[in-house]
Each structure stands twice: as structure tokens, then as C-alpha cells.
């Protein structure tokens, strides 16, 4: 089964999509957050073009296990996402996702604004691919 993985942010939501099988998560793109609309129209292309049957969102979670703030802009983001595609979608424990892509993209040697291009679309990445791992 396909998949895209989504990483929401205020500014930019990184999209990673899955391989044929649905093993292997790769990162996509970045896309502006606002406005949400054309956003939401551009994830929805994506999963199109790819054949996609379920989108992941990132769901963000405090260390404690429970939701604060930025969990409330996620599931307003679902709410917009569901109404301009009719695909499943599900949220995911997403904590630390971004921290880890940063992470890696330092010890990778990654400049600055490289890493600024790629850490949405990376961390949507870890996402989609800790979702997948844990459904074998």
C-alpha cells in the first residue's frame, strides 16, 4: 500500500512518500503551510500522481505522552486535509521526529540552508518509516 507521510508545521509541511511496497519511506518536498488551502491541494496532487491509499500525519505529543498546543494546529491541519481528499488518514506519535532529521543532517555534514530546504521533508521521512516499521 502507498503512503505519504506528513510532517505539519506553521511554515512549511515536509511530505515523504512510500515505496511500491510499502517498506521503505522517502522524503518528497517541502510545501508552504499557508495558505492551508493550496497547501492541502498540493498534498492532494501528490497523492494522486503516486496512487496513494493512506496519508500518515506527524502527531505531535509531549514527552509525558500527552498532547499540548501543537497537537490542536495538527488536527485543525487533519480537518482541512480531510475535506479535500477522501483518502485515510491517520496521525502518528511524531516526537522528536524533527530533532532526529536535524540530527542526522548535521552529522551528514549539511549546510545550514540545506538542512533548512530538507529537514521537513526529512522528518515527514522518519515518520511515514516508524509507521511503517511498526505495522510488519
Known sequence: M???GIDYGQ???????SDETGTLALPLEQVDAEPLARACE????????RGVERIVVGMPRNMDGSYGPAAESVR????????T???E?????ERLSTAQAERAMVEADYSRKRRRAQRDALAAQL???NYLDAQC
Open 76 to 83: 485543525a491541519f487533519i480537518a482541512v486535509l480531510k475535506k
Open 127 to 129: 515518520i511515514l518509516q
Open 42 to 49: 498540493r498534498i492532494a496532487v501528490l497523492a494522486r500522481e
Open 11 to 17: 511554515s512549511r509541511i515536509g511530505v515523504a512518500a
Open 2 to 4: 502507498k503512503m505519504l
Open 85 to 87: 481528499v477522501s483518502l
Open 89 to 93: 488518514i491517520v496521525s502518528w506519535d
